[in-house]
Nanobody, 116 residues
Framework: QVQLVESGGGLVQPGGSLRLSCAAS????????NRWYRQAPGKQREWVAT???????DYADSVKGRFTISRDNAKNVVYLQMNSLKPEDTAVYYC??????????WGQGTQVTVSS
């Protein structure tokens, strides 16, 4: 059974940094693309970043240059390093992976709040 568990969220001041982690069990992250999404209150869930099986990365325009997605294949963990955080980055952040078109997995989410 595939499980994704996020951690690392919290309260941070504007301009601060956080690193989110997503640990997987039941699958190897490196076999597929892995993504981070976020959902702010009253808004739809939106894509944030992707890392492919070969390590290529892509980012939403709103986080480009501030966020970095990475993966530790030995630990089977995907990270999201978030720098220069803004209040509009406040959201629940979700880890995602897709093993096939019908096998999509999400973590439970971790809250990130950017506020002074």
């Amino acid at each position: 059974q595939v499980q994704l568990v996020e951690s690392g969220g919290g309260l941070v001041q504007p301009g601060g940094s956080l690193r989110l982690s997503c640990a997987a069990s039941g699958t190897l992250f490196s076999r597929n693309s892995n993504r981070w999404y976020r959902q702010a209150p009253g808004k739809q869930r939106e894509w944030v970043a992707t890392i492919t099986s070969v390590g290529s990365t892509d980012y939403a325009d709103s986080v480009k240059g501030r966020f970095t997605i990475s993966r530790d294949n030995a630990k089977n963990v995907v990270y999201l390093q978030m720098n220069s955080l803004k209040p509009e980055d406040t959201a629940v952040y979700y880890c995602h992976t897709r093993l096939s078109p019908s096998s999509i997995y999400w973590g439970q989410g971790t809250q990130v709040t950017v506020s002074s």
